[in-house]
């Protein structure tokens, strides 16, 4: 069967690896906004579709059968675009996306629904560890009055000021690596995108051991699919035989 997932995360390159091994012809599509991805087995498609008519003519063009959103939970308008193309290409929609993290007893979290909102919950002469990505960077930037150490895989596009430092580094982190980053840097505020997944989690529980409060932004709204959160639970939902 032919198989487009939309990728960029270990789920979908896990996916892409266990379909690959059952004999389905797949194609894994990248934004290509990461350098030196790790790639999974299969086709690659690197770049953009062209919104929601670039990704129903694909659909169709290429003759695939079941198309599965496999991106980052805050991967943006391609998780709304895919539901509507997957609609006027007539093709079969899975949606996997990692479980959200739920917050624990006696952790001091303030759940927000934008970067801006977060960025406006900060209190003054605040020390931030910032991993939200580069989407929104400025909204934090301009809190001229606050520390911030800004956690990126990739270099941002943009000079930090003098109230900002840069550390740039791959997941997985310990738990012993993050409490000796929040010590080492005297972080009174974790500012964090709810991924999910256990590789970026230690913040979550180093914030909670160290007294770090939490400002959580939570997942945007993507429309009705087929939702599932496990490797096994997208092969089933799938629908395509051993």
């Not at 390159?13 to 934004?31: F, Q």
């Not at 970026?200 to 400002?215: F, M, P, S």
């Given at each position: 069967?032919?198989?487009?997932?939309?990728?960029?995360?270990?789920?979908a390159?896990?996916?892409?690896?266990r379909?690959?091994?059952?004999?389905?012809?797949?194609?894994?599509?990248?934004?290509?906004?990461?350098?030196?991805?790790k790639l999974?087995?299969?086709?690659?498609?690197m770049?953009?579709?062209?919104g929601?008519?670039?990704?129903?003519?694909?659909?169709?063009?290429?003759?695939?059968?079941?198309?599965?959103?496999?991106?980052?939970?805050?991967?943006?308008?391609?998780?709304?675009?895919?539901?509507?193309?997957?609609?006027?290409?007539?093709?079969k929609?899975?949606?996997?996306?990692?479980?959200?993290?739920?917050?624990?007893?006696?952790a001091d979290?303030?759940?927000?629904?934008?970067?801006?909102?977060?960025?406006?919950?900060?209190?003054?002469?605040?020390?931030?560890?910032?991993?939200?990505?580069?989407?929104?960077?400025?909204h934090?930037?301009e809190?001229d009055?606050?520390?911030?150490?800004?956690?990126?895989?990739?270099?941002?596009?943009?000079?930090?000021?003098?109230?900002?430092s840069?550390?740039?580094?791959?997941?997985?982190?310990?738990?012993?690596?993050?409490?000796a980053l929040?010590?080492?840097?005297?972080?009174?505020?974790?500012?964090?995108?709810?991924?999910?997944?256990?590789?970026?989690?230690?913040?979550?529980?180093?914030?909670?051991?160290?007294?770090?409060?939490?400002?959580?932004?939570?997942?945007?709204?993507?429309?009705?699919?087929?939702?599932?959160?496990?490797?096994?639970?997208?092969i089933?939902?799938?629908?395509?035989?051993?």
């Amino acid at each position: 069967m032919k198989i487009l997932i939309l990728g960029g995360t270990g789920e979908a390159r896990e996916l892409a690896n266990r379909l690959v091994a059952m004999g389905h012809d797949v194609t894994t599509s990248l934004a290509g906004r990461t350098q030196d991805p790790k790639l999974p087995l299969g086709r690659m498609r690197m770049g953009k579709f062209g919104g929601i008519p670039g990704l129903a003519a694909y659909l169709k063009i290429a003759g695939i059968e079941r198309l599965v959103d496999a991106t980052h939970p805050y991967a943006g308008l391609i998780s709304i675009n895919a539901v509507a193309a997957a609609q006027q290409a007539g093709v079969k929609l899975v949606r996997y996306m990692r479980p959200e993290w739920e917050q624990q007893i006696g952790a001091d979290w303030v759940t927000v629904e934008t970067v801006a909102e977060a960025a406006a919950a900060l209190p003054p002469n605040a020390d931030v560890l910032l991993t939200t990505g580069h989407a929104g960077l400025s909204h934090f930037l301009e809190r001229d009055d606050c520390q911030f150490v800004v956690r990126t895989i990739e270099v941002p596009d943009m000079d930090l000021p003098r109230h900002a430092s840069l550390l740039q580094t791959r997941p997985p982190y310990s738990l012993s690596d993050e409490m000796a980053l929040m010590q080492r840097e005297g972080i009174t505020h974790l500012v964090t995108k709810n991924s999910g997944g256990g590789q970026t989690a230690a913040k979550l529980e180093a914030a909670q051991k160290l007294g770090v409060k939490v400002i959580m932004i939570a997942r945007p709204v993507y429309g009705p699919a087929n939702e599932v959160s496990s490797l096994d639970e997208a092969i089933a939902a799938l629908d395509i035989g051993g």
